[in-house]
């Protein structure tokens, strides 16, 4: 294409995609402007939704926002917010994806218009998988009342249950899992009167009753091995304490927990002494990338709730044999709760295995409730281990998934409020350092100031689930299927 033609082609850009002329006049703030959700300096998927935004701390008459980029640039008009058209905003990422964009935001304050500095937006030619799954819950604890499934498309802000207890008798739905981020192939956990595993394996649905004369639970937190032939569950008796001191509110830990790793083929329950230890507890199982190792939390035994402070949990590891379903014979230490004074948990290995990302706090292992919980990242080859600072705040960071291609996480954070979880969404480059974090777009930007639900366990999955939520909730309405159960040596 020849030089003329690229400007010709670039004028045409930018006159299709701007309707709103900027003001001739104006006086230049040196501050940028303060906006929520902050988009300033992110760096962004291709394929993300509109970043919808505000303006806060002003009574604003009108506002402009000018979107400039290498290829072509739109310039948006409101009174109060900034909300970009979902076929526009898509045609300007693509034409300008893996470049950068420059924001500018002019207000309008009693008919005088300010101009504020600009700030950067990074887009990625590498994109994120395109819907998430969560749990809507509300973010306390007395009751969950009612509570669902959803799944959002990331490209646009659709949103769908998948199943919600309104369909069942109100029963607490947690701790979904994707095999690899396929929709096709997940479980969740139900409790209550009709309480069961709900394995849903690409076309089938199951109703597993997965509690056994030798476990001491039903199946709790799970994990898929990469193969989708096993999943790897935790056993647990959780309880909840409650705190005096009203900086915190509650505790959550266990006063048993056993590991097991369900074979989907046999149906039955595989374990070992090894990761069901009578003096330890085991918890929070996932696969390495490529389905070697089971890697888990593991913490010496103490009295419950009287040390419950005291309780540390290490990062370990043990050799699984995925031809015969057995385990080795030796736990490996891959962090020391001895040696780091705190505590791990919720282990996610990304999907190409240089990473592995994890919460650590001060103790315990239900770190939602942790103020002081963040998030590490350990490098698969060496072992060195840091902290994700640009993911970090000084309120607690906790669940996290990655995405189908290892360039992208997500995780929840409280760091707005110190009370909901919201999710948030980062790049990761080849040297294990993350971009600065993003909050999930919504159409409305003040949809998380009336949104009174907690985004609880983000899943980052490569489609749509397909799976319908009221068939699901006729099978769990059935008998389930008892589940056999295997020691190994």
């Not at 009574?59 to 526009?88: L, W």
């Not at 300007?92 to 002019?106: D, P």
């Not at 830990?253 to 003096?279: F, G, M, Q």
Request: contains cysteine.
């Amino acid at each position: 294409m020849r030089k003329t033609e690229i400007i010709l082609l670039t004028i045409l850009l930018t006159g299709l995609f701007s309707c709103t002329q900027i003001p001739g006049e104006y006086q230049v703030s040196g501050d940028q402007p303060d906006v929520f959700p902050d988009i300033r300096d992110i760096k962004i998927p291709n394929n993300i939704a509109p970043l919808n935004f505000r303006l806060n701390n002003t009574s604003s008459d009108k506002m402009i926002a000018v979107f400039e980029g290498k290829n072509a640039s739109i310039t948006i008009s409101g009174k109060t917010r900034i909300q970009i058209p979902i076929r526009k905003w898509r045609r300007f990422i693509q034409t300008n994806s893996g470049g950068k964009l420059l924001v500018t935001v002019y207000e309008n304050q009693s008919g005088k218009w300010v101009k504020y500095s600009p700030f950067g937006i990074e887009i990625s030619n590498i994109p994120i998988d395109p819907y998430i799954v969560y749990r809507l819950i509300a973010p306390g604890y007395e009751s969950w009342s009612e509570m669902g499934i959803y799944q959002r498309n990331i490209t646009n802000f659709d949103e769908d249950p998948i199943i919600n207890n309104r369909m069942l008798t109100g029963n607490c739905m947690n701790c979904h899992s994707f095999n690899k981020n396929d929709p096709g192939k997940f479980v969740f956990h139900l409790r209550g009167k009709i309480g069961a595993t709900i394995l849903n394996n690409e076309t089938d649905i199951l109703k597993l009753n997965t509690r056994t004369d030798n476990t001491i639970s039903n199946c709790v937190y799970p994990y898929w091995h990469p193969s989708g032939n096993y999943i790897s569950f935790s056993t647990n008796l959780i309880y909840q304490y409650f705190h005096s001191d009203p900086a915190k509110r509650i505790e959550v830990s266990d006063t048993e927990s056993d590991l097991v790793v369900y074979d989907i083929k046999s149906n039955k329950l595989i374990s070992n002494p090894v990761i069901a230890s009578r003096t330890s507890f085991e918890t929070f199982p996932t696969f390495s990338a490529d389905g070697k190792f089971l890697i888990f939390c593991s913490a010496r035994k103490t009295s419950i709730p009287v040390d419950y402070n005291k309780i540390r949990y290490s990062l370990c590891t043990i050799p699984f044999d995925e031809e015969t379903g057995k385990f080795g014979s030796r736990v490996d230490t891959l962090v020391s709760s001895f040696r780091t004074g705190k505590s791990v948990s919720f282990p996610r290995v990304s999907r190409d295995g240089k990473w592995l990302m994890f919460t650590l706090s001060d103790y315990g292992n239900f770190s939602i409730w942790h103020k002081e919980a963040d998030l590490y990242l350990m490098n698969m080859e060496d072992g060195i281990i840091k902290p994700v600072s640009s993911a970090n705040s000084d309120e607690t960071e906790s669940y996290h998934s990655w995405s189908s291609n290892s360039n992208w996480f997500i995780f929840s954070s409280r760091r707005i409020d110190g009370l909901y979880t919201r999710p948030y969404i980062a790049w990761i480059d080849e040297n294990g350092e993350a971009s600065k974090p993003f909050l999930l777009p919504q159409k409305n930007p003040d949809h998380y100031d009336f949104n009174l639900r907690s985004f609880n366990i983000p899943e980052l999955v490569s489609g749509r689930v397909k799976a319908n939520g009221r068939n699901m909730a006729r099978i769990i309405k059935l008998e389930a299927l008892n589940v056999k159960f295997q020691q190994t040596d």
